[in-house]
């Protein structure tokens, strides 16, 4: 069972539709799947799913980035996590990434720095946010634009997170994610 | 949050509206009205009955004209999103695009330097979905424009309804059209909703169509009881 969490600033906000249903609509095409918001996400429905994944927000929602209190089980986790976009920039935070100023707005050439499972060659992709994590010793950079990395995956861990929003154009880069992650490949 | 809409009075920014209104406060309809036909961003066919929709929705409606430029039409929506803010204190803007990146990113890129909050309600929705919710929601739209093979004249000024929806799937099965329109295919213009406190009724109204390519166009028109 694949658990999105919806990170829009709160539940059942007018967002969802734009930052959540898209990824459900993917997911749900390949597993069952449960949306949970990130205010009401239990311990028990993280310890039953196979994978996480954590929606991105409009450009203007930070929300998740001032309640990293709520996002500790991100360290601890062995479940598999794919954070899209404010996804990606609160995983980058629980493990103490900086973040940075970082405009990108529209489709974005992307271009794949490492061979990796889950985009295999350099595309253009939809990009929608105002800041970026910069790079950790934690995490390895598998693509980038030409202004910050754009896909990201924990060394040790299955934690993966990508910046620009692959439920757009992209939603291959979901559908690997979840494939790869239901066979245990 | 106080909202403005940007409004075309087609089915796409009407059902916005309404997911708008459903979660958020909805204070102003904002619409530009284009010179160009063939406008990149803006919806043109019976522009001039968004202000009979504003009135049967009771919101204010900011109205601007562009000449249509491909750059020119985006300085000019600013301007009126800008317009909206002052005014009616809007917090943010909703849209209707459903895959349109290019409409998406115009929008959200002005909605930034503006610092408004950009919503995109019907993003990504799958097309025959939303046609179908159009009738669950007892929406009456009806077709005001057709731009492409082997649309022509007969669609215009028909409703859209079940018969409808499945001649439309049936085009795209043969042709590959988008059933809502996503290409460009068709327009819509929207008589009846459930957030219109009354309905339009067409008075009078012309086709104009060659081959291919036709607009009906609604002369005069005017609220009814529902």
């Known amino acids: 069972m694949i658990l999105i969490i919806d990170m829009n600033w709160k539940k059942d906000s007018l967002a969802y539709y734009e930052f959540v249903s898209p990824i459900a609509s993917i997911a749900k095409s390949l597993d069952e799947c449960t949306v949970k918001h990130h205010l009401k996400v239990t311990n028990k429905e993280l310890s039953q799913c ?8 409009a450009l203007k929602d930070m929300a998740t980035l001032s309640r990293l209190e709520k996002f500790q089980w991100l360290k601890e986790t062995e479940k598999p996590v794919l954070g899209i976009c404010a996804g990606m920039e609160t ?34 992709a939809y990009s929608l946010h105002s800041v970026c994590v910069e790079p950790s010793a934690d995490f ?37 994610f979840i494939q790869l992650n239901k066979t245990g490949a | 949050m106080r909202l403005g809409v940007l409004f075309s009075g087609g089915k796409d920014s009407t059902l916005g509206l309404h997911y708008a209104k459903e979660k958020e406060e909805v204070v102003c309809l904002i619409t530009l009205i284009s010179e160009n036909k063939e406008s990149y961003m803006f919806h043109t066919p019976n522009i001039n009955i968004t202000a009979l929709q ?22 000019d929506l600013e301007e009126a999103i800008s317009e909206a803010a ?13 895959e349109s990146v290019y409409q998406a990113e115009r929008v959200q890129s002005i909605c930034n330097k503006l610092d408004l909050w950009c919503f995109n309600p019907l993003w990504k929705r799958d097309q025959n979905a939303l046609l179908e919710e159009l009738l669950e929601r007892r929406f009456k739209v009806i077709i005001s ?34 059933p809502s329109g996503e290409g460009g295919e068709i327009e819509t213009t929207v008589l009846d909703a459930p957030q219109f406190k009354k309905k339009i009724e067409i008075l009078d109204h012309t086709t104009e169509a060659k081959g291919n390519s036709g607009v009906f166009k609604i002369n005069k028109a005017r609220l009814v009881e529902k």
Request: hydrophobic content about 40%; some cysteine.
């Open chain 1, 140 to 176: 390895e950079v598998w693509a980038e634009s030409t202004k910050c990395m754009q896909v990201i995956k924990h060394k040790t861990k299955p934690i993966y997170g990508v910046l620009f929003h692959p439920e757009v154009r992209n939603p291959e880069l979901i559908k690997r």
């Open chain 2, 54 to 75: 504003a009135e049967a929705l009771h919101l204010p409606q900011i109205t601007k004209t562009t000449p249509g430029e491909k750059e020119k039409e985006l300085s």
């Open chain 1, 50 to 57: 196979d994978m996480v994944i954590l929606s991105g927000t």
């Open chain 2, 145 to 178: 424009g057709v731009f492409a093979y082997p649309l022509d004249e007969k669609w215009l000024g028909k409703q859209i309804d079940a018969a409808l929806i499945s001649k439309l799937l049936d085009l795209q099965q043969k042709y590959g059209i988008s």
């Open chain 2, 86 to 98: 002052r005014k009616f204190r809007i917090k943010g803007v909703v849209t209707g695009a459903v």
């Open chain 1, 91 to 124: 995983i980058g935070m629980v493990y103490g990434m900086r973040l940075t100023r970082c405009l990108e707005i529209g489709m974005t050439l992307v271009n794949v720095v490492k061979e990796n499972l889950l985009l295999s060659e350099g595309s253009k």
